[in-house]
């Protein structure tokens, strides 16, 4: 089974301030790794993945996640963030070979401007 | 040139009545999903077909049937919906042959079952 976590429910961070938000996942082999932003009444949009390779991944609009198979992790970071960057984040795993993609919670993220 | 359109983007209806969502994707993809959002957000996928054929089939109520006519459609038809039925659908499409293909959504069809 796999399985992603999203713990907290909503990132309230100021304009300016780096953006973080956490995702670990469960699954039995190594695993595709995603995440997807969506903005109000729209469709979720792929942010970046990880593959293979180096752990930090860069993605679109300023966002990049770092890989961490020791802690089974995958956490977006922003450095700045920016009032437009409130939105629902989704993490999501895909085990190679496998179609079926499995979706976090998704957190809110709300910057202050 | 929209990707992954689906129509129509709001329905509402009442109970026990039949309704149809259409998606359609011009990406090129030969896999395309269905999935369910609730009022808290959560995603659920649905089903998932490839090239016309169905590989996904999650735990749904057999009230949804969805139809393929061709790999860039995937049509998802619903009888006797319920109060319950409300949420938001999506349609997403990828390539299978690569499992690290990244879906491309819809913007979505907001039922609403009154």
């Known amino acids: 089974a796999q399985s992603v976590a999203q713990p907290e429910d909503q990132v309230n961070v100021a304009e300016g301030n780096p953006l973080t938000v956490k995702c670990t996942y469960s699954?039995?082999?190594?695993?595709?790794l995603f995440w997807y932003v969506q903005y109000p009444n729209r469709g979720l949009q792929f942010l970046l993945k990880y593959i293979t390779g180096d752990n930090l991944v860069k993605g679109s609009y300023g966002f990049e996640a770092e890989f961490n198979k020791s802690q089974t992790s995958f956490h977006l970071k922003k450095p700045s963030a920016l009032v437009s960057d409130s939105a629902l984040y989704f993490c999501a795993v895909r085990l190679r070979g496998n179609n079926r993609l499995a979706f976090g919670k998704g957190n809110q993220v709300v910057v202050i401007p | 040139d929209t990707a992954v359109s689906q129509t129509p983007k709001y329905l509402v209806t009442q109970m026990g009545n039949d309704k149809s969502i259409k998606c359609e994707q011009n990406l090129g993809h030969d896999t395309m999903y269905w999935y369910k959002q609730d009022s808290k957000k959560f995603l659920k996928i649905m089903f998932s077909?490839?090239?016309?054929?169905?590989?996904i089939n999650e735990t749904v109520p057999n009230r949804f049937s969805p139809k393929s006519p061709d790999k860039a459609h995937l049509n998802l038809h619903i009888n006797s919906l319920e109060l319950g039925d409300s949420a938001v659908y999506f349609c997403?499409?990828?390539?299978?042959?690569?499992?690290?293909?990244?879906?491309?959504f819809g913007n979505g069809t907001r039922l609403t079952v009154t």
């Open positions: 699954v039995s082999g190594n695993p595709y």
């Open positions: 077909y490839n090239n016309k054929e169905l590989i």
């Open positions: 997403a499409s990828s390539l299978k042959g690569q499992n690290n293909s990244p879906l491309h």
